[in-house]
């Protein structure tokens, strides 16, 4: 089982900037992706970024590219999204999950998931 916190969601003017983290407990996340997936109101669940645990390689949606980065730090277990140059249609909960299936950016294939954060972003 792994367990996943997110923290570091907030209101933020446009063109501000967010780090939102996900501490994950229970096992190594080696055999892991973690993945970030956004769900605004009435909105879909839509993929964000995805980082492989053990490569470190990342994946990140073309409506986040260049504005988003997600990064992980292994010693503590802990993933990260940074945001800048946020938009209003990033407003959002932004949720983190783990999977170990090779389809990273369905959210059907993740089994775990965190809580979920809000992000607000003003105009």
């Known amino acids: 089982q792994v367990q996943l916190v997110e923290s570091g969601g907030g209101l933020v003017a446009a063109g501000g900037s967010l780090r939102l983290s996900c501490a994950a407990s229970?096992?190594?996340?080696?055999?892991?992706?973690m993945g970030w997936f956004r769900q605004a109101p009435g909105k879909e669940r839509e993929f964000v970024a995805a980082?492989?645990?053990?490569?470190?390689?990342?994946y990140t949606s073309d409506s986040v590219k260049g504005r988003f980065t997600i990064s992980r730090d292994n010693a503590k277990n802990t993933g990260y999204l940074q945001m800048n140059s946020l938009k209003p249609e990033d407003t959002a909960v932004y949720y983190c999950?783990?999977?170990?299936?090779?389809?990273?950016?369905?959210?059907?294939?993740?089994?775990?998931w965190g809580q979920g954060t809000q992000v607000t972003v003003s105009s």
């Open positions: 980082i492989r645990w053990s490569s470190g390689r990342t």
């Open positions: 229970g096992r190594t996340l080696s055999s892991y992706t």
């Open positions: 999950a783990a999977t170990d299936s090779a389809s990273i950016m369905r959210s059907a294939e993740y089994a775990y």
